[in-house]
């Protein structure tokens, strides 16, 4: 392995003391100073070559890496540094990123002390999930002048796994938290005491429902006893993932399934802490994962490790299988949120009767995601008259997602319109908002 890589700084000076023997031809005084600077230089290169490689390990780095990495998140590596020589290095950090990273120039130049240890910190932010390989981490160590550098090579491939979101989960539980006060305006609409949440058995009062007598403790007790509910709390709360080719587009380096499959783990985590019932369901043409509704500790774990993964071709989604096997799947009245994308009307009237027929039995909530691009081109200044063009194709989609979203709304089916990097919050609010209204 190559171990002694010269500077710009190395010949340059060459070429100086090269310029002096020049000058020294014609002018014979200079002949002098040429060999006193090319002395001066090789007395250097020579005493930078003897200290840097009369240890065999003057350098020492380890990486350290967290057990996963959380997509889409700022994510932090450290590098920890052991100078064993006995007088200050430059350093020149080159650690061999993953490839998902697509980056060719990452660098990072610092300083260490003598015998001293330093940690140095940067971040990396993955767009998508899976394992991430990295390679090996380079230092090269250079001295005084910085003629020369010697190449210290830590070859101990590491891998992690990005999983998704996972690092804001405490933030949104927070958010969650402060949400406790009634928005002006919203009423409750469900009825508390009709679940099929049993409390306990009672001797009968005035105003119980005689629906609800106990007929084998009536026996018993030869008096009337009645059975109490109470409110249920522990709803169900689906998350389905459309994972067909609709998902596919990108924005900001991550595509709308990661969006949804981030925001899926936030609202299932939130879910379970409010005492409901988080499930999941990722679907294209057939089921891919189906985890039946829980609020057991592990339930969110076993969440994770179903959308981490979750891979797809982004097929046609077929919905007619979705709503056919749902009467099996979820009998209980859940809330339903589907993580999907329409871009025309026509696409949406496709899947639209599978939709209805869902949202008759279930509280549905759709999902659909701002072409942040398509309001971009919208807003702009139009310059020429192809901008006009432009802009007017730009306003018909733009328009095209109003009408959608009154279609959905026409039919009984809520819905959050939303960009992609403010699907977290604003899915969170909407959800709060249901559970506010208690129409689940």
Known sequence: MKLLYLNTRFYLALLVVMLAFIVGFFVPFFYYVALLLLLVFVGLVGTELFMLFHLKKGIDVERILPERFSNGDANEVVLTIQNHYAFSCHLNIIDELPFQFQERSFAIKDTIDRYSKKQILYNVTPKQRGVYEFGAANVYVSIFTKFINKRYKFTVNQNVAVYPSFLNLRKYELLASKTALLPNGVKRTRKIGQSAEFEQIKDYVLGDDLRHVNWK????????????????????????????RTMKMPFNGMSLLDYAINAALMLANISVKKQDKAGIWIFEKKTDVFIKADNKPLQVRRIIDALYNCSTDYKESNYEYILSNSLKKIQKRSLLILFTNFETVDALKRQLPYLRALAKKHVVLTIIFENTL?????SRKIKSTKDIYIQTIASKFVHEKQLILQELQLHGIKTVYTKPADLSVNLLNKYLEIKQQEII
Do not use: F, P, R, W
């Open 217 to 244: 403790a009536t026996a018993k007790k030869q008096h009337i006893m009645v059975n109490h509910y109470q409110e249920e709390k522990a709803q169900n709360v689906y998350l389905l993932i459309d994972k067909g």
């Open 374 to 378: 398509l309001d971009n081109i919208y």
